[in-house]
């Protein structure tokens, strides 16, 4: 079946700009993450639903980034007035359940590139 | 809170050889799972192998297996018989629950080069 897909797979903003990304999970998967890669580093975890319940949103950086899943299906993903150093790519995972022998999936990511 | 260090940055090895990459991390939880991720150049992240903490037995993957310490918080893979293919970051991560309610621990990465 389709894997996590994500949109758009790359984005320019200028500083000061907002965007919004988006993450098609798996379908009938519970579980989204989100994640940003910095240049040369792992991924970090930014937020987690379960459904549409975000249960934690722990690694937003700060109060410009914002994460909704309003239907318990597609994700999104909303930095508002972009800075350089949200410059990364935003991986998305999924996973079926939350049990612990769930694998999460990872979509393609979005390179944003804040000019 | 819990981290992963790996501390092999890049990792060149000739095809057909054996390589271990490491791996240690830091946890005050007894029942955890560490991972093993592989992503290519394409950039979509791939599960190589999962160990849970409460398994003594090493995990096995065709030509990947673990090499768990859980009293020295080490978990290193080792990868035989390389392929060209198996040419790409790899990170070690580490979760409470197991990846399906929360967020996982990255490593760094290490970088695997397969010289032909």
């Known amino acids: 079946g389709a894997g996590v897909s994500q949109s758009p797979r790359y984005k320019v903003a200028k500083r000061g700009q907002d965007v919004a990304l988006r993450c098609d999970p798996i379908s009938g998967h519970v579980s989204l993450f989100w994640y940003q890669q910095a240049l040369g580093q792992g991924p970090e975890f930014l937020t987690y639903?379960?459904?549409?319940?975000?249960?934690?949103k722990s690694g937003l950086p700060s109060d410009r980034f914002f994460a909704e899943r309003p239907e318990g299906s597609v994700s999104t993903l909303k930095i508002q007035r972009t800075q350089q150093e949200d410059s990364a790519v935003y991986l998305c995972?999924?996973?079926?359940?939350?049990?612990?022998?769930?694998?999460?999936?990872f979509g393609p990511g979005t390179r944003l590139t804040v000019t | 809170a819990q981290t992963v260090t790996q501390s092999q940055p890049e990792m060149s090895v000739q095809e057909a050889e054996t390589v271990t990459l490491s791996c240690t991390y830091d946890?005050?939880?007894?029942?955890?799972?560490l991972f093993w991720y592989k992503q290519p150049p394409s950039r979509q992240m791939i599960l190589v192998i999962r160990?849970?903490?409460?398994?003594?037995q090493n995990a096995t993957e065709n030509r990947f297996s673990v090499n768990f310490q859980k009293a020295a918080k080490s978990f290193s893979l080792k990868i035989s018989d390389s392929q060209l293919g198996d040419a790409a970051m790899y990170f070690c991560a580490y979760s409470r629950s197991g990846g399906g309610a929360d967020g996982l621990t990255f490593g760094k990465g290490t970088h695997l080069i397969i010289q032909p």
């Open positions: 639903f379960q459904n549409e319940a975000q249960l934690d």
């Open positions: 160990q849970e903490a409460y398994k003594q």
């Open positions: 946890t005050s939880e007894s029942d955890y799972y």
């Open positions: 995972a999924s996973s079926l359940e939350t049990g612990g022998t769930y694998e999460q999936y």
